[in-house]
C-alpha cells in the first residue's frame, strides 16, 4: 500500500492524566524517553504512536495521524500545491527521520513523515 498511516501521535495537556487513561482502557504498553519528553504507544500488532504535551498552548488535546512518505519536502511542497496550508515546516528528529505538519483543505491536519535512510 502506497503512504501507508505509520503512527498516531496524542498532543495532550495532560500527559499523566491520558497515560493514566490509555492504560487503563487499552493493553498498551507506554515507554517514556525522557530525552525526548516523549512517550511510545506500543501496540504489539498495528500501528503504534506516542504522546506528548501539546506543544501549542492553550489548544486542545487532539490525536495527529502520520502518513509514510518518499521524500517529506516534495510531499510538503505538492500539498501547498494542491492547497494545504503548512502547520510545521519541514522538521528533524535526530536518528529517526523528519516530518511536516498540513493542514488541507477542508482544515483536517495531517503529518507527513518520512523514514531516516539507512
Not at 5 to 28: C, G, I, M, N, P
Not at 30 to 56: A, F, H, Q, S, W
Request: aromatic letters at 8%; glycine letters at 10%; hydrophobic letters at 40%.
Amino acid at each position: 500500500m502506497a503512504n501507508p498511516f505509520v503512527h498516531v501521535e496524542l498532543q495532550t495537556s495532560d500527559v499523566a492524566q491520558a497515560k493514566d487513561f490509555y492504560r487503563k482502557l487499552f493493553d498498551w504498553e507506554l515507554e517514556d524517553v525522557p530525552e525526548m519528553d516523549y512517550t511510545l504507544i506500543k501496540v504489539g500488532e498495528g500501528t503504534g504512536g506516542g504522546m506528548m504535551k501539546n506543544p501549542v498552548p492553550g489548544a486542545p488535546s487532539s490525536w495527529l495521524a502520520y502518513v509514510l512518505v518518499d521524500d517529506v519536502e516534495a510531499a510538503t511542497e505538492k500539498a501547498k500545491s494542491l492547497g494545504a496550508r503548512v502547520c510545521k515546516e519541514v522538521t528533524g528528529i535526530p536518528d529517526v527521520g523528519r516530518f511536516s505538519v498540513i493542514s488541507d483543505p477542508t482544515g483536517a491536519v495531517l503529518a507527513l513523515w518520512e523514514m531516516k535512510a539507512g
